[in-house]
């Protein structure tokens, strides 16, 4: 089951609970519509029995709500023995009452239906609401079909009192119908706005594992579909990834391995997020991420390497732990790129993916293969070190001219850094 489905279910299953509750008073009202009967000898009627029935039912809607028992066919159980319940008592009572059989629906116990109805739609279950009411005035037709008439015909003098009478009786029918028609409608939109709400919070769930909580707002926010698609735009770009990663996955088993990674995705997923940068894919012991989305930021080069500063930091903490407790240290290099690229989200709901596309990644993953060469950690491009205000005479940062790096004719410039984290 996936996570809409299970959602949903959830929310049906406290609903449920709020109808064994209702379902409670329903029967006291049924009791004291059948007790007010007594001169009719109803306290010796079956009736009366029906009616404790229906307590019975009432009670075991209370053990499964407290027990939060609940499947998606429970619903169409219950209210398929509330409906046969309440339709049997109805005829009952019409019979002790001495009621034609075309006038059981203008009965007070069969103004129970509204409740059983509403009941329905409160279950976000629009189908239910028609099966409920289809299901109770079939039972009525079915008596009215098979019952004798206790008065006989009306005379035929009485037409107009007979036309009259027939209105009059039809006319709780027509209101089931119209009532359970509203209510088709009304829990046919409340399910549909119900499973709109829950697969927005869901695709804001997944966003914001890697987003902060703004960027996947906009990007879940469904009255902008201008934020769908994407722009070419100025945007930082971060790669790393662990230093002599095959070795320690060697020495691991993949339950360790497993537990490596995801904390190491998380110190650097949060520290991204903390610094406004966003996480665009995780590929193995690698990260990229990317600085300046939704909109372009003149500070971008900047929180992205007071970003870099800062996962080295925090990965040299988490590292020390793990030496503490006899596992291999943790060691990254970081290259980072500043240009144009192609930054947006495809998709639609829940199948939403943030894409960045350039020559700018390229050069961004590129450049972080040369912390090997320089034996360092953080190494960017001249274009990142020109947006960042870095330059030849930034303390701790030395530049080289003339780099050549994979798939690219020029050679182009970088600066490495050598001096102490702070």
Known sequence: MNDLEETLKRAEGRRERLAAILRVFVFLSLMAATLSLREHGAHHHPALYVSI????????????????????????????????????????????????????????????????????????????????????????????LTMPNPQGNIPATSHNMQHDLVHHQLFPVIMIVLTAGILFVTAQGTRRLLHASISERIAR??????????????????????????AVQPVAILFTDIRGFSPIAEALTPVELTDLL?????????????????????IGDAVMAVFGFPEPNDSSAERCLACAHAMLERLKTWSEERVL??????????????GEAFVGVVGRDDLLEFTVIGDTVNIAERVERLSRKFDTDIVVSGPFAEAAKLDSHSTGWVMETGQT???????????????ELS
């Open 325 to 338: 407790a006899g596992q291999p240290p943790v060691s990254i290099g970081v290259g980072m790129h500043y």
């Open 405 to 419: 790096i994979t798939g690219h004719s020029r050679p182009i410039d970088v600066f490495y850094f050598c001096g």
């Open 53 to 144: 029935g229906y307590g019975l039912l009432a009670a075991a809607g209370l053990v499964l709500a407290w027990r939060r028992i609940f499947h998606p066919l429970l619903p169409f159980a219950f209210v398929t023995l509330e409906v046969i319940l309440v339709g049997v008592q109805t005829i009952l009572m019409g019979s002790l009452m001495g009621q034609e059989p075309m006038a059981l629906a203008a009965l007070p116990s069969a103004a129970v239906i509204f409740v059983i109805l509403a009941h329905a739609a409160m279950r976000y279950r629009p189908w239910l609401v028609l099966y409920a009411a289809v299901l109770f005035l079939a039972i009525l037709t079915f008596a009215g």
């Open 262 to 282: 995801g904390e190491f995705r998380a110190i650097l997923a949060q520290t991204i997020r903390d610094h406004g940068g966003v996480v665009d894919k995780f």
């Open 205 to 230: 769930h997944r966003l914001a594992r890697f987003f902060s909580a703004d960027i996947a707002d906009r990007l879940t926010d469904h009255s902008n579909d201008d934020e769908r698609g994407g």
